[in-house]
């Protein structure tokens, strides 16, 4: 099964603008972590977050986290074409288990 | 240093065959995770290994097995492959197994079941 789900499924932009994935979960977490997959290879890690921890950057890459709500989000900002992509949110529950990913967002950015 | 590879990089069997696939995780790293994904889904977790035991396995039937060897290398197998097996298998590795290891992925192996 799958703990986070994200939204948008998709989502598509012109380069240079701000593109915003979100990611719901539904149990206690340890950490909350990002990866973008590229053509359907391999997942690169982007960012960590900590269940105590609120925001993180990390270049052009912000993320949230709301434990009340159980919710994150991904803010890519000032996006370029080489940031196609999909983008996953991945869980890391309480009890030691292993993580745990969503659907994923497909983001289009169009030169 | 290289990263997690991957072997084969693409697949075809027939229906009842059987496959192994293998991972070599990134040197120094001690666990290794085994995902399926399905085209348009997010990766399903099957197993993982630490220190060459079982420390993790998710829903996927017996036909599917693993096993880490002494170089913390890892086989996948999945005998009496059914057409629904057709997924991108992908190889992780982290240096320990626990909370807020990240992983580090390999480009996984294409396995198209006809």
């Known amino acids: 099964s799958q703990q986070g789900e994200e939204d948008p499924q998709a989502l598509s932009i012109q380069e240079g603008e701000n593109a915003t994935m979100n990611c719901s979960y539904k149990t206690s977490i340890n950490n909350l972590q990002w990866y973008r997959q590229n053509s359907g290879r391999g997942l690169v890690h982007l960012i960590l977050i900590r269940s105590n921890e609120r925001e993180k950057h990390s270049g052009r890459l912000r993320v949230t986290l709301d434990t009340s709500k159980k919710s994150s989000s991904l803010l890519i900002t000032a996006s370029r074409a080489a940031d196609t992509a999909s983008y996953f949110c991945a869980t890391d529950r309480v009890g030691n288990t292993p993580l745990v990913f969503g659907k994923g967002t497909r983001l289009s950015v169009i030169a | ?114």
């Open chain 2, 1 to 114: 240093d290289a990263g997690v590879t991957q072997s084969p990089t693409h697949l075809i069997k027939t229906r009842g065959q059987h496959v192994t696939l293998r991972c070599s995780p990134i040197s120094g790293h001690k666990s290794v995770s085994w995902y399926q994904q399905v085209l348009g889904q997010g990766p399903q977790f099957i197993f993982q290994y630490y220190e060459k035991e079982e420390r993790g396995r998710g829903n996927f039937p017996d036909r599917f097995s693993a096993r880490q060897f002494p170089n913390y290398s890892s086989e996948l197998n999945v005998n009496a492959l059914l057409l629904g097996d057709s997924a991108l298998y992908l190889c992780a590795s982290s240096f320990l197994q626990g909370a807020n290891e990240k992983l580090f992925f390999g480009s996984g192996t294409q396995l198209s079941v006809l």
